[in-house]
């Protein structure tokens, strides 16, 4: 088998070393429920409670601020549907055209339950104008819920910029942080977030962990009504992927004034657009996490170059990987304007710490040499060679 090249780090990564040592003691010996009074059982809540400082270390709030859940997913739901309840009058909330399929769904789903959805366009970049959100907002709006960084792209939102604006318009915010959290600082005390979603995945912790910041001051409640987690999210926790999600957050808080993904990612980036004719970035290069590379490869179909990579060992993906199943082009280089063509021409490469300088190198072979075989396989070549 070919060694893997894995540079698909924001679908998910792998569990770091450290995590898995942290995990196994409490999959063995450590099982304790941590909701007993016993020794086992307050050696868990013990556990429990490192990790949640731990995640709320690198979050920059309190502890007690930190609900931990099944996934990104799940936080997302609680958040949304929390300041829904707040108050039941108010029946409209704020999106954009770009979020992650979790929010889409969700938003989809209020839709046909009576809210009225406002979802906000992005320009060719992935920006948002932020004088048009402001103006969105309106009494009956409930919740302004959006993305940090892109899951596609890598684009940040101004998420401060927006917090001052619905502190203005005193409305609640939820911001999805899943791509964001342990890839750049985060400092939520007084930054005017009321909730904030993150995964364990994301950042090399196991699946099926997920961690939702809810603001202190902010009224709460539970989507899973039960006892644990102060009453705030029912389920006994799933211990071990919390403890591993907390030794994930503290190795993140390490490595994240790193500059070795970005160098990467940037040499990755420079070498297709001078190495591959009718290479293009998508997305704002500036706002954008340090680890992911959007690019399309004119006349190049990038199912066919997903499948071709994939026989070399390189992973990387094709819009996002929750819904990669699809022919559909990204729906979020749709709302950036590129055409289906371009959109469907598209790759994301995102780059993780346990990357290697090889990896760079046999991806910067790999690729071009992929682009060039689909454009001569192509019966119409190459618009661009053609050109
Ligand atoms: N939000 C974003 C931006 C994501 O990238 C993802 C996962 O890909 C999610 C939410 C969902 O997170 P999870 O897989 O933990 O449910």
Same mark, same amino acid.
């Given at each position: 088998? *070919?060694?893997?090249?894995?540079?698909?780090?924001?679908?998910?990564?792998?569990?770091?070393?450290?995590?898995?040592?942290?995990?196994?003691?409490?999959?063995?010996?450590?099982?304790?429920?941590?909701?007993?009074?016993?020794?086992?059982?307050?050696?868990?809540?013990?556990?429990?409670?490192?990790?949640?400082?731990?995640?709320?270390?690198?979050?920059?709030?309190?502890?007690?601020?930190?609900?931990?859940?099944?996934?990104?997913?799940?936080?997302?739901?609680?958040?949304?549907?929390?300041?829904?309840?707040?108050?039941?009058?108010?029946? &409209?909330?704020?999106?954009?055209?770009?979020?992650?399929?979790?929010?889409?769904?969700?938003c989809e789903h209020l839709a046909q339950r009576g809210y009225e959805i406002t979802w906000l366009p992005v320009d060719s970049d992935g920006m948002l104008d932020l004088d048009q959100l402001a103006a969105a907002i309106r009494p009956d709006t409930a919740l302004v819920t959006l993305?940090?960084?892109?899951?596609?792209?890598?684009?940040?939102?101004?998420?401060?910029?927006?917090?001052?604006?619905?502190?203005?318009? *005193?409305?609640?915010?939820?911001?999805?942080?899943?791509?964001?959290?342990?890839?750049?600082?985060?400092?939520?005390?007084?930054?005017?977030?009321?909730?904030?979603?993150?995964?364990? &995945?994301?950042?090399?912790?196991?699946?099926?962990?997920?961690?939702?910041?809810?603001?202190?001051?902010?009224?709460?409640?539970?989507?899973?009504?039960?006892?644990?987690?102060?009453?705030?999210?029912?389920?006994?926790?799933?211990?071990?992927?919390?403890?591993?999600?907390? *030794?994930?957050?503290?190795?993140?808080?390490?490595?994240?004034?790193?500059?070795?993904?970005?160098?990467?990612?940037?040499?990755?980036?420079?070498?297709?657009?001078?190495?591959?004719?009718?290479?293009?970035?998508?997305?704002?290069?500036? &706002?954008?996490?340090?680890?992911?590379?959007?690019?399309?490869?004119?006349?190049?179909?990038?199912?066919?170059?997903?499948?071709?990579?994939?026989?070399?060992?390189?992973?990387?993906?094709?819009?996002?990987?929750?819904?990669?199943?699809?022919?559909?082009?990204?729906?979020?280089?749709?709302?950036?304007?590129?055409?289906?063509?371009?959109?469907?021409?598209?790759?994301?490469?995102?780059?993780?710490?346990?990357?290697?300088?090889?990896?760079?190198?046999?991806?910067?072979?790999?690729?071009?040499?992929?682009?060039? *075989?689909?454009?001569?396989?192509?019966?119409?070549?190459?618009?661009?060679?053609?050109?």
């Amino acid at each position: 088998m *070919k060694p893997l090249i894995y540079l698909d780090n924001n679908a998910t990564t792998e569990i770091a070393p450290e995590v898995l040592e942290v995990m196994l003691p409490l999959l063995r010996e450590g099982f304790g429920n941590p909701s007993s009074v016993y020794a086992l059982g307050r050696q868990a809540a013990k556990v429990l409670e490192e990790a949640r400082a731990r995640v709320a270390a690198l979050a920059g709030c309190r502890a007690d601020e930190i609900l931990f859940t099944s996934c990104g997913t799940e936080s997302i739901n609680t958040a949304v549907q929390s300041a829904l309840a707040l108050d039941p009058d108010k029946k &409209h909330v704020i999106t954009t055209a770009v979020e992650h399929s979790a929010t889409i769904k969700l938003c989809e789903h209020l839709a046909q339950r009576g809210y009225e959805i406002t979802w906000l366009p992005v320009d060719s970049d992935g920006m948002l104008d932020l004088d048009q959100l402001a103006a969105a907002i309106r009494p009956d709006t409930a919740l302004v819920t959006l993305l940090w960084a892109n899951n596609e792209t890598g684009v940040l939102f101004p998420v401060h910029e927006i917090a001052e604006i619905a502190r203005k318009k *005193k409305t609640l915010l939820h911001v999805d942080a899943v791509q964001a959290f342990g890839k750049l600082p985060i400092s939520l005390a007084d930054s005017g977030i009321h909730f904030l979603s993150a995964s364990g &995945h994301k950042i090399h912790a196991a699946k099926g962990v997920g961690a939702l910041y809810v603001n202190r001051r902010v009224k709460f409640t539970p989507l899973l009504r039960g006892s644990q987690e102060s009453a705030r999210r029912g389920g006994t926790q799933n211990m071990a992927s919390i403890a591993g999600f907390g *030794k994930a957050a503290e190795l993140a808080a390490e490595h994240i004034g790193s500059r070795q993904v970005l160098d990467w990612r940037n040499a990755f980036e420079e070498h297709m657009l001078s190495a591959v004719p009718g290479c293009t970035v998508n997305g704002d290069r500036t &706002h954008r996490l340090p680890n992911t590379s959007n690019l399309s490869f004119d006349g190049v179909e990038s199912e066919g170059a997903l499948i071709l990579l994939d026989e070399q060992g390189l992973c990387c993906s094709a819009g996002s990987a929750c819904t990669s199943g699809s022919i559909n082009p990204s729906h979020v280089l749709k709302a950036m304007g590129l055409t289906n063509e371009r959109a469907r021409a598209s790759l994301r490469f995102s780059f993780g710490r346990y990357n290697s300088a090889g990896d760079l190198a046999r991806a910067c072979e790999l690729v071009p040499a992929v682009v060039a *075989k689909l454009r001569a396989l192509s019966p119409a070549g190459s618009p661009v060679l053609a050109a």
